[in-house]
């Protein structure tokens, strides 16, 4: 609580007016400022009297998910009581990962009012779930007098997904075809059907399919296509973070632009959310679910179950990117067995961030220089020693900073890559 400018200029002429009482034998002097003293306590009294007696609720106005990188306009609403507060100051504390303007918000009530509104501009730069904390108000009392801090748990709670802006839905009217589920062409080759484009040359369309269903759909050969992809995201184990949230999402929606199928597996000792390599919007769809509803499970993560759980399920040539797994001598073994698996019939790279270089304190000592120096050899001979052990068994390793890694694992994709069963990638 602190006193408004009017509530400070009456307790400075009460001051006085015991100054003067001190120094003057009138009774009017004695008991001026004890009446003003007095008066000035119940009123205090009575505002928080009063606004103890009252709670308040806030809720906040806005789309029930927010998309990664977008401003967002929200509006917070406070229900107030009726006939007291004439204005309210409300500075909500963001989750982690989000940035919101203005951070103070004020809004005056108006006369009879009971709830008030302030807007403000919320840009999530994180997926996943998130919890607002608890905030505190700063309420101007009925009278007037002081200003009265209320602290306010909230319980709002909004899952942060990807931006699909941009990408458009496939067309509902054209069935459902799995992109696993290919049948042989003229030539012999595997043919996948798809809903027609304006830019799809006429002698691809399935005529047959047309007359009898009304539908037009695209033959694509399995050579003119890229392959698809499914995304495998590690959640047990501890380089699982935000970030690689954010890396999954840019990836996908890279792949997703060049007209591959996006699939997504998250898994931790069992596997936790499974979405089969879908097309276009779907996929990109999938990907927004699982990855909202994604939360790190602490403890060992078991990718030979998700090497069961896909076994049999995908088209042959499938590429698998393995995202926020942890690179040790002691869960190299299992990686190994289920690579194994994994890359009899596609292919697999795992995407590792480079880990940041240790931090010099002194400059000046030449020891703690060596001594660092001789870690991040150990560290390199270490990663080489792993990549080389993965390498043998047919899988990839993409390392790189957290905005190049993107990049690198697009220019793996796209080179010509052969499977333990012969089959190679293909780029359009």
């Known amino acids: ?11 400075t002429a009460i001051a006085v007016l015991a100054l003067l009482a001190i120094w003057s034998d009138g009774l009017l002097w004695a008991w001026s400022w004890r009446i003003a003293a007095a008066g000035l306590a119940l009123g205090l009294l009575f ?8 709670p308040l609720r806030v809720a906040l ?28 100051d409300w500075a909500p504390q963001t989750p982690s990962g989000v940035a919101a303007w203005p951070a103070t918000l004020r809004a005056r009530v108006a006369a009879g009012a009971v709830a008030v509104d302030a807007s403000q501009r919320i840009q999530a730069r994180d ?40 990408l458009a839905r496939p067309n509902r009217g054209a069935p ?26 006429v002698a691809r369309i399935d005529w047959k399919i047309a007359a009898r269903t009304g539908l037009y759909l695209t033959r694509r050969q399995a050579d003119d296509a890229l392959p698809d992809l499914m995304l495998l995201l590690d959640q047990g184990s501890s380089a699982h973070a935000t970030a690689q949230l954010n890396l999954v ?39 927004d679910t699982a990855l909202r509803r994604s939360e790190p499970q602490p403890g060992a993560s078991d990718l030979g179950s998700v090497a069961a759980a896909l076994q049999g399920r995908l088209a042959r040539g499938t590429q698998l990117v393995l995202f926020g797994t942890s690179l040790s001598a002691h869960s190299l073994p299992g990686l190994q067995q289920a690579a194994a698996r994994l890359t009899l019939r596609n292919a697999l790279w795992i995407c590792s961030a480079n880990s940041p270089p240790p931090a010099d304190r ?67």
């Open 1 to 11: 609580m602190h006193l408004t400018a009017h509530s400070a200029l009456a307790a």
């Open 127 to 166: 997926l996943g779930a998130l919890r607002w904390p608890a905030g505190v108000a700063r309420l101007l009392g009925p009278l007037g007098l002081a200003w009265w801090a209320r602290r306010m748990s909230l319980a709002i709670e909004r899952a942060v997904g990807a931006d699909l802006r941009g």
């Open 362 to 428: 002194d400059e000046d000592d030449p020891d703690l220089a060596a001594w660092l120096a001789l870690a991040v050899a150990e560290r390199a001979d270490r990663e080489a020693a792993i990549a080389a052990a993965l390498r043998a068994r047919g899988v990839s390793l993409v390392r790189g900073s957290a905005a190049a890694l993107p990049a690198a694992l697009a220019r793996q994709l796209d080179q010509p890559r052969r499977t333990r069963s012969g089959w190679q990638s293909r780029s359009p």
């Open 61 to 88: 106005i806005g789309p029930p998910v927010l998309r990664l990188g977008r401003i967002t306009e929200c509006v917070w609403r406070i229900e107030v009581p009726r006939g007291g507060i004439t204005q309210v």
């Open 176 to 201: 459902r075809v799995q992109p696993a589920a290919f049948r042989t062409g003229q030539a012999g080759a595997p043919v996948d059907l798809h809903p027609a484009r304006p830019e799809d040359p």
């Open 249 to 287: 999402s840019r990836i996908a929606h890279e792949r997703a632009a060049r007209s591959q199928c996006i699939g997504v597996c998250t898994f931790a000792d069992r596997v936790m959310q499974l979405s089969l390599p879908q097309p276009g919007w779907a996929g990109l769809q999938a990907l």
């Open 47 to 54: 505002e928080a009297a009063w606004l103890m007696r009252r």
